[in-house]
């Protein structure tokens, strides 16, 4: 797997897989007794007209967008998660049948870019 691979996957079961479920659970609140929240949510949800629906839509794709953007951006070691002066870094690794691809070589393109470009192209 590349590390543009990764990111298109990430942007497909994280990103719009959120999105796509959360507005499905206030359209239709799961279980017997959802919470109180839920009910509420759920109730104002359904009172927007479609064109408030899609505009919901497009403000929870942009809070998915930066929640996805900024764990890259971590993982790119552009967005510390250390007060210390001396910085860890991480690296992340995919591995199947026996063979391993670095996913955020320190040489690569970084990952939060790679998502830029990756939503960019599908706007």
Do not use: C
């Not at 543009?4 to 017997?32: C, I, Q, W, Y």
């Not at 959802?34 to 629906?53: A, F, N, Q, T």
């Not at 899609?54 to 996805?68: G, I, K």
């Amino acid at each position: 797997m590349t590390p543009e691979e990764f990111v298109a996957a990430l942007r497909k079961v994280v990103l719009l897989t959120t999105v796509n479920s959360t507005l499905s659970v206030l359209e239709r609140p799961p279980g017997r007794a959802p919470g109180r929240e839920l009910i509420e949510l759920s109730s104002w949800y359904k009172g927007l007209v479609p064109e408030e629906r899609a505009m919901l839509q497009r403000v929870a794709t942009m809070v998915a967008r930066q929640a996805v953007f900024g764990v890259l951006a971590v993982l790119d070691g552009v967005r510390p998660v250390e007060s210390t002066p001396e910085k860890g870094n991480f690296r992340l690794v995919f591995q199947k049948g026996g063979r391993e691809w670095a996913l955020n070589p320190p040489d690569g393109v970084a990952l939060h870019d790679l998502l830029n470009q990756v939503m960019a192209s599908s706007d």
